[in-house]
């Protein structure tokens, strides 16, 4: 069972009827109680007006989502509305785009950033970066609604699960059908699912959720640039790394949804893996990789064997991690996966067997490889150059499959 962020989320009562405005003050501080019905996936629960650095009008939203277990849960997310009109026929679609990596404080989320690409927390000493602006401006442009998560815990109370594959995928679903709603668009729109690292995993996890957890939408076509979708290979790509940091994030995630896990890493991580972990909970990326860059995890660990070494021998661990790898579903939607074989802090074999598994299948992806050669490996240097060149042809994909 989820640990709730509200301890009576589905009492009856207190029903929040329609989505209600609400001061930034308390934007994201869930309320109290709602009803059965306004906890319902993707229900909206209160909309603020927000600055945009880009073309478009701004909406700040909360919208009820779903745990691990499918108890349902508050997040908050960002909803763009383009200025210019869709002229492709139909009804205008909704691409929802997860956000890469960004942290695990709640400064760091991207709902906080549209108005700037930075912000700088003088009283956590914190730098949070907004990474989607490029790929939001190119869809922007072409008419088509943007949807931007924050995930689950990221902004509201709780901690931010990191690489979750069923709260990742939830989420992106739910912020399509919140976006649906607070347009007031028809339920047949088209939706597309798209991003980058920990965004192309979400997107991946969200493609082969999506049948089951929400048939309803017209999901036409997913994008998943360098994506996150296994996360033991992931621990080991990264360890060593500038973003070592990040497998802190993702054990304070587990330690929250996964008993065992929690007592697996108590039992086995020494004084400074406990400070780590409680340093990086209200980091963002760029303090993380000051804090904990090119860090070996063994550093970490009673025994001085790495992370990798010590999920191995853990049956419990193994098991858990096990199941937030994507590629166990099957999309119903066609995908494109793009990974660059010199990435540095994504495995792309964990990407080229996504895309082996789901061809087994009978899906209808794709794989496209980048050829960003090594630029400074483990600085996560030629992850971030190698997103560029793939902006166009990923817009141009999902532009095609909106396409009436």
């Known amino acids: 069972m989820a640990v709730p962020i509200i301890a009576a989320l589905v009492a009856v009562g207190g029903v929040i009827g329609g989505a209600p405005r609400a001061d930034a003050a308390d934007f994201y501080t869930p309320p109290d109680k709602v009803g059965p019905a306004a906890a319902q996936p993707g229900v909206l629960v209160r909309t603020q007006s927000m600055p945009l650095m880009l073309p478009g009008r701004a909406t700040r939203i909360m919208y009820m989502t779903s745990y691990t277990d499918k108890d349902p849960v508050a997040a908050t997310g960002t909803v763009v509305e383009p200025l210019g009109a869709w002229t492709r026929g139909g009804p205008r679609p909704t691409v929802v785009i997860g956000p890469g990596t960004v942290g695990q404080g709640d400064q760091c989320a991207p709902s906080k950033l549209m108005g700037t690409p930075a912000a700088f927390d003088p009283s956590k000493g914190s730098l949070a970066l907004n990474f989607v602006i490029p790929e939001m401006l190119l869809l922007l442009n072409n008419g088509v609604r943007v949807a931007v998560p924050d995930y689950v815990g990221m902004g509201t109370p709780g901690v931010a699960t990191y690489l979750n594959r069923a709260e990742q995928g939830y989420a992106m679903i739910d912020a399509a059908r919140a976006a649906l709603k607070l347009a007031d668009a028809p339920g047949t729109a088209p939706v597309g699912f798209s991003g980058y690292g920990q965004g192309g995993g979400a997107a991946a996890a969200a493609a082969e959720i999506a049948p089951d957890y929400a048939p309803e939408l017209d999901v036409r076509a997913v994008h998943a640039g360098a994506p996150l979708v296994d996360v033991i290979a992931a621990i080991n790509q990264v360890d060593g790394t500038h973003d070592a940091g990040t497998i802190g994030y993702l054990i304070n995630g587990l330690n ?81 996966i793009e990974a660059a074989p010199a990435d540095d802090l994504v495995p792309y074999s964990a990407a080229r067997r996504l895309y082996d598994e789901w061809r087994g299948k009978g899906v209808a992806v794709s794989l496209l490889n980048d050829g960003t050669p090594p630029l400074l490996p483990g600085t996560g240097i030629t992850h971030a150059v190698a997103k560029v060149p793939n902006l166009i042809p990923a817009t141009s994909y999902l532009m095609s499959a909106f396409a009436d």
């Open 256 to 336: 929250v949804r996964y008993p065992n896990a929690r007592a697996a890493f108590h039992r086995d991580l020494n004084a400074a893996g406990t400070t780590m972990l409680a340093a990086v909970a209200n980091q963002c990326i760029t303090d993380t990789g000051f804090a904990y860059g090119a860090r070996r995890s063994n550093l970490w660990t009673q025994s001085g064997e790495s992370l990798g070494q010590l999920i191995a021998r853990t049956p419990e661990l193994q098991k858990t991690l096990a199941a937030q790898r994507v590629g166990n579903g099957r999309p119903k939607a066609p995908v494109l």
